[in-house]
């Protein structure tokens, strides 16, 4: 479900690759054509074909050095001054070949009367060939800053999404050692209410080692992880501590990256809970029109902070704010407030 600006692809090819190489193809296939249209008029004297074309095909060849030698190995490693002297050099042999081939034509042809006079050709030839290998830099570079843009998407993601296999791995291993202790105690007292926590657990941990290995998940399957979360971390605490979750219902079974709350939630728990203080954690989610709104609130002690998400749990402030940017670029909305006596998140984001 990730989407990303620069990764994509059409009829299985990279779209830097079809924009630079198409681009190519089509000025080509122009510069070849042109001849073939222009020996059907008779505005200016006109040249055999195979004087053209054979003017052309130097030309070509630098292009293909410049492209394939030149700019790879002296531009793009920062060796402009080489790469200037480079160029200068080749446009000089393309220039020293097309008069070679033109003074090799006037030998076997020396009736023929120039059109315009040789400087003034000589400096068309000059500005056509600068403009043309202008173009191939053009293309070339824009064709390298689209692959860097899609190395670093997938560098980003492929970040991204081992810090997510991580989460799953990482929700707080004090979760899992408190809640074995407590169904360990209820064993004795109430072991109905004992299964059916090992049965939440279970499911827990089913949810986060298998139903959200592929990163997409539904909303029916995440609201069901966070109820069997908050049932688990009842628990624990005792009535002082009040845990509230309320979703929407009925539930739609909408298409949604999962452990997308996660973090949020693991942090209210962590650092908004101090059970002889009268905490609380209450989260809310709804279906308003074309949005999906979750909200996580708990409570904020003066001497507690609520930073695990940016310095260390889970998979971080920052990282949970780029997967977003990732999933929802331009169209989601998060909002953290801290107060003296509450912590808040509200996060909205498209229903797809």
């Known amino acids: 479900m990730l989407k990303t600006r620069v990764t994509q692809k059409f009829f299985g090819l990279p779209i830097q690759w079809i924009i630079e190489y198409g681009t190519y193809t089509t000025i080509w296939l122009i510069m070849l054509l042109l001849p073939l249209l222009a020996a059907s008029t008779a505005v200016v004297p006109q040249l055999p074909l195979g004087l053209v074309y054979a003017h052309i095909a130097p030309l070509g060849l630098a292009v293909l050095v410049n492209h394939f030698i030149l700019m790879p190995r002296l531009l793009f490693r920062g060796n402009w001054l080489g790469y200037g002297y480079s160029l200068f050099a080749l446009i000089s042999m393309v220039l020293l070949s097309k008069y070679a081939i033109h003074h090799l034509y006037l030998h076997f042809h020396p009736d023929y009367v120039l059109p315009f006079p040789i400087p003034l050709i000589a400096l068309g030839n000059f500005l056509g060939i600068l403009l043309i290998l202008g173009f191939d830099n053009a293309v070339k570079m824009t064709g390298k800053w689209l692959n860097e843009a899609h190395q670093h998407e997938m560098a980003a993601k492929e970040n991204l999404e081992t810090k997510i296999a991580a989460l799953r791995y990482q929700i707080s291993p004090h979760f899992f050692m408190n809640t074995l202790n407590n169904i360990h105690a209820l064993v004795d ?71 997308l709350f996660l973090a949020f939630i693991e942090n209210a728990f962590k650092h908004g809970i101090q059970p002889r203080s009268g905490s609380y954690v209450r989260v809310h989610i709804s279906l308003e029109e074309n949005l999906l709104k979750f909200s996580c609130v708990n409570s904020r002690f003066p001497n507690s902070t609520n930073n695990a998400v940016e310095k260390g749990s889970g998979i971080g402030l920052s990282n949970v704010r780029h997967r977003l940017d990732l999933l929802y670029p331009g169209t989601h909305q998060l909002l953290i407030q801290e107060l003296a006596t509450e912590y808040s998140v509200v996060l909205e984001i498209p229903l797809v």
């Open 189 to 259: 007292v109430d072991p109905e209410n004992a299964k059916e926590s090992c049965i939440r657990l279970s499911r827990l941990m089913r949810y986060l080692l298998y139903d959200s290995e592929t990163g997409n998940t539904t909303l029916t399957k995440e609201i069901e992880f966070i109820r069997s979360f908050f049932d688990l971390m009842r628990l624990r605490y005792d009535t002082r501590v009040q845990i509230e979750f309320e979703g929407p219902a009925p539930i739609p079974s909408l298409p949604l990256p999962s452990l």
